[in-house]
């Protein structure tokens, strides 16, 4: 079976400047603008820039020529959906037939690219600073809270967040979200290789394949993709897109 290749984008929100602002459409610096925080606008900005900036170029197009569609799957089974459009970006226009998936957190950008299969990407900075006990009930199941209980107090953050970077790129993947329930999904333990045990879901998908990304010292990040095929990456060169754009 052949593999399925998804091209991967990193960047950082120091990478945000003036020039991408006009690759943003109206409704992308509508949200962006609601940000109180600079960080927060800056990772949106290069986010989302660099997506159409990648697209454009993987469908052999302007930037201009690339839109989205937002899709929420929770949504479309609800007889009383949110009325906003929200959820995950789809590529439409002339890059229709990818798929993506954005994530961001501290000074990590991730931008994951894929052809034809739904990808989803999650990257989490490792705060000691997050009330992580608190969140435990909520994201794991009672397996795996036992399995972080045993790994040593001083990775036992670090643990979290990878337990929590597989789930959500897994939930984004099938266009869940969170709204999909974190520990309805069982994988394997954080410092384990990374693996799908469970799906406590009637609409989990029938074929998943999940990796995790190396996001550097201080963070945790995941890949998934909905297909039996073998999943391998390689790396886009984000300071030669966005360069581009600057020039």
Not at 131 to 143: E, F, N
Not at 177 to 205: I, N, R, T
């Amino acid at each position: 079976m052949t593999a399925l290749t998804c091209r991967l984008w990193w960047a950082s929100p120091d990478d945000a400047s003036p020039a991408l602002l006009d690759l943003l459409d109206p409704e992308e610096r509508e949200r962006r603008a609601r940000f109180r925080a600079r960080a927060d606008r800056d990772r949106y900005l290069v986010a989302h820039a660099l997506a159409r900036l990648a697209l454009a170029r993987e469908a052999g197009c302007e930037p201009a020529e690339v839109a989205f569609t937002l899709h929420c799957r929770s949504c479309e089974r609800r007889p009383d959906p949110r009325p906003e459009p929200h959820g995950k970006p789809r590529p439409a226009g002339a890059a229709a037939g990818l798929e993506i998936s954005i994530s961001h957190s501290g000074e990590r950008v991730l931008l994951a690219l894929a052809h034809g299969v739904a990808v989803g990407a999650d990257v989490e900075q490792v705060s000691a600073d997050r009330d992580t006990d608190g969140l435990v009930d909520y994201c794991l199941s009672p397996a795996e809270r036992g399995d972080l209980d045993r790994v040593p107090g001083d990775r036992r953050t670090e643990g979290f967040f990878g337990y929590w970077a597989r789930k959500e790129a897994l939930l984004k993947a099938t266009g869940d979200g969170l709204s999909g329930g974190l520990a309805a999904v069982g994988v394997s333990g954080p410092f384990e290789p990374a693996g799908v045990l469970a799906w406590d879901s009637p609409d989990a998908p029938e074929h998943v394949r999940l990796t995790d990304l190396d996001a550097g010292p201080g963070y945790r990040a995941a890949l998934a993709a909905l297909t039996p095929a073998p999943l391998t990456t390689d790396t886009g060169d984000t300071a030669a897109l966005l360069g581009a754009v600057r020039r």
